[in-house]
T-cell receptor, first 109, second 114 residues
Framework: GQQVMQIPQYQHVQEGEDFTTYCNSS?????IQWYKQRPGGHPVFLIQ?????EVKKQKRLTFQFGEAKKNSSLHITATQTTDVGTYFC?????????FGTGTSLTVIP | GAGVSQSPSNKVTEKGKDVELRCDPI?????LYWYRQSLGQGLEFLIY????????KSGLPSDRFSAERTGGSVSTLTIQRTQQEDSAVYLC????????????FGQGTRLTVV
């Protein structure tokens, strides 16, 4: 069945270091979305990527959608303590969302 | 309402009792999702509604779990004969057009089975 895998599961970084999480789907996706869940909160939408090879930036966050539309990445440059949380990708192959397992980011001041 | 509303926000129940969790999606959103999240874990898919029908119920863990949606709006997730392993946060999300647009999550219901 449809699966969306995300790595790593956990990441600890020193404040100021970069961070990347990767998302891989077993099937081609129509689009992929990224969400952030702060500790104790609920997932909040960050961005949606639709086109093959698409790259979008939000300040220090860079999102990429693979050429084959089966993988994606989120890169954070110079992490800050406000970046703490769990980042989820959500793949949409055409019927419903499939959320990745999430990457929990800890930023050490 | 302004966002997805879930009730109750917290529920403590005794093992073996039935519970009902409610989700009020954003008005006009046709797609509605239920997820379960255990402490520190990812989002476990339970069920997806498009309108009042549920094209995908594959995530329901057992026949103790059921869900319905009426009027294309409110959804209720029912857990019968609760077990301790059912303890988790149950999250509901809605979106205007399924996976073509972002999903808006409610604050969740924290269920504790004692």
């Amino acid at each position: 069945g449809q699966q969306v895998m995300q790595i790593p599961q956990y990441q600890h970084v020193q404040e100021g270091e970069d961070f990347t999480t990767y998302c891989n789907s077993s099937t081609t996706l129509s689009n992929i979305q990224w969400y952030k869940q702060r500790p104790g909160g609920h997932p909040v939408f960050l961005i949606q990527l639709v086109k093959s090879g698409e790259v979008k930036k939000q300040k220090r966050l860079t999102f990429q959608f693979g050429e084959a539309k089966k993988n994606s990445s989120l890169h954070i440059t110079a992490t800050q303590t406000t970046d703490v949380g769990t980042y989820f990708c959500a793949g949409y192959p055409g019927n419903q969302f499939y959320f990745g397992t999430g990457t929990s980011l800890t930023v050490i001041p | 309402g302004a966002g997805v509303s879930q009730s109750p926000s917290n529920k403590v129940t005794e093992k073996g009792k039935d519970v009902e969790l409610r989700c009020d999606p954003i008005s006009g959103h046709t797609a509605l999702y239920w997820y379960r999240q255990s402490l520190g874990q990812g989002l476990e898919f339970l069920i997806y509604f498009q309108g009042n029908s549920a094209p995908d119920k594959s995530g329901l863990p057992s026949d103790r779990f059921s869900a319905e949606r009426t009027g294309g709006s409110v959804s209720t997730l029912t857990i019968q004969r609760t077990q301790q392993e059912d303890s988790a946060v149950y999250l509901c999300a809605s979106s205007p057009r399924g996976g073509l647009t972002e999903a808006f999550f409610g604050q969740g219901t924290r269920l504790t089975v004692v």
